[in-house]
């Protein structure tokens, strides 16, 4: 299995783009999650779904800030419009039951918006 | 609210030198604790978990309920150990929730 598949592995975009992230979690995992790590911040929880449904968005941001995920194989992240604060890596993780499961990250997306 | 401390940004060492890796958390409950590693250029992963009182890669870390610690510790550092840390909460049996980290500690262990 090659564990989470995110893209892309980099983004630059410019202020007031609209961007998307995507993650494909692993085969059987019906748990996904989104994170959002920075170095004011560490890793912070922004959404994530149990089974396709969104079960806690508490931790995205703002209106900007919206999920999806269609089926059980794909999660996008989308910020629009982006803003220079928003610059940081995201992180998707997929576990199997949620809760007390191991994460299994993604090798991230390094966002930096100008 | 449930909360994850790692007061240290950056901890240095030298190689055979002990480590402890500080974590305290605040939750009412029974929590489930987590330690996960990311090296240079690598996938963040799970270290060690309370439950399984595990020794990984020579890292130890025991629950203290009345400090409400989960310090991550290994007796002799290896330069390989050079990483980040996150410590991380989960309140089990909990629907809604998942796992909370925290800040996370830069380990570097130089020769």
């Known amino acids: 299995d090659a564990g989470v598949i995110q893209s892309p592995r980099h983004e630059v975009t410019e202020m007031g783009q609209e961007v998307t992230l995507r993650c494909k979690p692993i085969s059987g995992h019906n748990s996904l999650f989104w994170y959002r790590q920075t170095m004011m911040r560490g890793l912070e929880l922004l959404i994530y779904?149990?089974?396709?449904?969104?079960?806690?968005d508490s931790g995205m941001p703002e209106d900007r800030f919206s999920a999806k995920m269609p089926n059980a194989s794909f999660s996008t992240l989308k910020i629009q419009p982006s803003e220079p604060r928003d610059s940081a890596v995201y992180f998707c993780a997929s576990s199997f039951e949620g809760l007390t499961s191991t994460l299994h990250f993604g090798n991230g997306t390094r966002l930096t918006v100008t | 609210a449930q909360r994850v401390t790692q007061p240290e940004k950056l901890l240095s060492v030298f190689k055979g030198a002990p480590v402890e890796l500080k974590c305290n958390y605040s939750y009412s409950g029974s929590p489930e604790l987590f330690w996960y590693v990311q090296y240079s250029r690598q996938r963040l992963q799970l270290l060690l978990r309370h439950i399984s009182r595990e020794s990984i890669k020579g890292f130890t870390a025991d629950l203290n309920k009345g400090e409400t610690s989960f310090h991550l510790k290994k007796p002799f550092a290896q330069e390989e150990d050079s990483a980040m840390y996150y410590c991380?909460?989960?309140?089990?049996?909990?629907?809604?929730?998942?796992?909370?980290f925290g800040k996370g500690t830069t380990l570097s262990v130089s020769s």
């Open positions: 779904f149990n089974n396709n449904v969104p079960i806690d």
């Open positions: 991380a909460l989960v309140a089990p049996g909990q629907a809604g929730t998942a796992l909370i």
